[in-house]
């Protein structure tokens, strides 16, 4: 999730960005107004979100370049939030609960987008995992594109956004004891994810040395403090369903996300590592791969092997 720091600001590629996002909620409101209005709310939602990633795609394959779509995942769960609690099936006034999702969730999308422009080295400059998928792909490599890096996390971002239907449109319970726990939930996975992005990109920018390892501050504690802080807060968005009578499907959005991280990103982002940092086997020996926890002395790691 984290960008490469850079100091030039691509103004050229932000452009094409922004109208590929433009043209993208466009296409999405007017799949919204054409939907059936007895269609379910999150069905329209997904119909719509599908579309925008056609376009989002569209943008990419023109522009040879994946990281186009890189930005969908904050700015997505931002505009279905907005539209649930704002558009025409919303609720006539927003309630304490409703507030504080809404509001949550544009921190997190604000916040997390923000990270991404910051770092985004432009048109020039494609993620290092897209990178080894068209070395490995070849000719197929945009069709694994839209399948792998545009479709699928869309559905993945989808269902994590399944518990706002219950949260911001279903009437259920008033704000209680349950709200107030994923709300800590939720802010805390921001801030956690904000302080990491904010250590590493103060390390990558100090660091001068190849194949230095992240053992600053959170990093010292997590390998992938910033995953954990993700995970979280899809899993602070699940309590806040869980909380307004979500059914148990509205759960398979933060699992999903365990999921991917755990079974994916982290692999990959730990292959890579151990390629390139030759500290990086004893790293895992001393910290926790995920969950923050006090790292392991080294005499125990040492006696250990």
Not at 133 to 152: D, E, I, N, P, Q
Not at 200 to 216: D, E, P
Not at 280 to 294: D, G, I, K, N, Y
């Amino acid at each position: 999730m984290s960008a490469p720091f850079v100091e030039k600001r691509p103004f050229g590629g932000f452009a094409v960005v922004t109208l590929a996002y433009v043209a993208a909620l466009l296409v999405a409101a007017a799949v919204l107004k054409l939907a059936p209005l007895d269609w379910h709310p999150l069905w329209k939602v997904a119909l719509a979100d599908v579309a925008a990633t056609v376009v989002v795609f569209a943008f990419s394959f023109a522009n040879d370049n994946s990281s186009v779509y890189d930005p969908y995942w904050s700015v997505a769960p931002v505009v279905i939030a907005l539209w649930l609690a704002l558009g025409p099936g919303g609720p006539r006034e927003l309630d304490l609960r409703q507030v504080v999702v809404v509001a949550l969730i544009v921190a997190y999308g604000a916040r997390l987008t923000f990270n991404w422009a910051r770092g985004w080295a432009g048109m020039g400059h494609e993620d290092w995992r897209y990178v080894d998928l068209r070395r490995t792909t070849g000719k197929a490599y945009w069709l694994v594109s839209f399948v792998g890096l545009h479709f699928f996390p869309t559905v993945l971002v989808l269902l994590g956004c399944l518990p706002l239907h219950a949260a911001l449109v279903s009437p259920g319970p008033t704000f209680g004891a349950l709200d107030l726990i994923a709300a800590l939930v939720t802010l805390a996975a921001i801030v956690i994810e904000t302080v990491a992005d904010e250590q590493l990109r103060s390390f990558r920018r100090s660091t001068q040395a190849g194949g230095a390892v992240c053992a600053v501050g959170l990093w010292s504690w997590s390998r992938h403090p910033n995953y954990f802080g993700e995970i979280s807060f899809w899993f602070g968005l699940w309590l806040f369903g869980v909380a307004a009578g979500a059914p148990w499907w509205a759960g398979l959005g933060w699992l999903a996300m365990v999921a991917l991280f755990v079974g994916i990103s982290i692999p990959m982002a730990e292959r890579r590592s151990l390629a390139r940092r030759p500290t990086f086997a004893a790293h895992q020996r001393r910290v926790s791969m995920l969950v923050p926890l006090p790292p392991r002395a080294a005499v125990e790691t040492e006696s250990a092997r």
